[in-house]
């Protein structure tokens, strides 16, 4: 069963440009998390999307945000780019449980490289 | 908000040795709480979870877990560590409230591990 996949793998961009990172779920996986892992900081949580909708998100400006798609793949979008966006950012999936027993499974995460 | 503290940044260790790794949250209600690892060029994997039942849970490569809801805690632990676990590893927890800023996972800063041969 293939895992959760992210692309691209590296991404260099300069300061006020926007980015846009992709993750594909694992299969039969409804819901995807975005985590940003920057150094220092640790991974903090930004945003959830569950059956297409946005369902919570992390304590990030309004520039982050994204998308899901109706097969359940997501997209990223860091627009007017900043230094300190510099991190690898991590996708992760789970399978519809209801929530309460639900677990994250992670993809290999996109190093975003701001200039 | 809730905290999710992991009090050992750095821990160097030789093989053989036994391995504890704290971690304390902060939140007082029901929580499902999980230990991930890191290893060197890898994605993030999960070791082992806890959502109810017996406290003590056991992970893969013989990891182990202590949930005291006494303390708050969620202690990793290991009785014999191989050159091979050398990782970081990330104590998380989730809130179980089924609607509404619920899902999200909260880190701990997490733990190096270096094991020595």
């Known amino acids: 069963e293939a895992g959760v996949t992210q692309s691209p793998t590296h991404l260099i961009k300069t300061r006020g440009q926007q980015a846009t990172l992709r993750c594909s779920p694992i299969?039969?996986?409804?819901?995807v998390y975005w985590y940003q892992q920057a150094l220092g900081l640790g991974l903090q949580f930004l945003l959830w999307?569950?059956?297409?909708?946005?369902?919570n998100r992390g304590n990030f400006p309004p520039r982050f945000s994204g998308r899901q798609f109706p097969n359940y793949s997501s997209e990223l979008n860091v627009n007017a780019l900043e230094l300190e966006d510099s991190a690898l950012y991590l996708c992760?999936?789970?399978?519809?449980?209801?929530?309460?027993?639900?677990?994250?499974?992670f993809g290999p995460g996109t190093r975003l490289t701001v200039l | 908000a809730q905290s999710v503290s992991q009090h050992n940044h750095h821990v160097i260790l030789s093989e053989a040795a036994s391995l504890e790794l704290g971690c304390n949250y902060s939140y007082g209600g029901t929580v499902n709480l999980f230990w991930y690892v890191q290893y060197p060029g890898q994605h993030l994997q999960l070791l082992l979870k806890y959502f109810s039942g017996d406290p003590l849970v056991k992970g893969i490569k013989g990891f182990e877990a202590e949930f005291i809801k006494s303390k708050f805690s969620f202690n990793l632990r290991k009785p014999s560590v191989q050159w091979s676990d050398t990782a970081e590893y990330f104590c998380a927890v989730k809130r179980r409230e089924l609607t509404g800023g619920g899902n999200k996972l909260t880190f701990g800063t997490g733990t190096q591990l270096k094991v020595e041969l």
């Open positions: 299969s039969g996986h409804t819901s």
């Open positions: 992760a999936s789970s399978a519809p449980s209801g929530g309460s027993t639900d677990t994250q499974y």
């Open positions: 999307y569950d059956e297409g909708e946005e369902r």
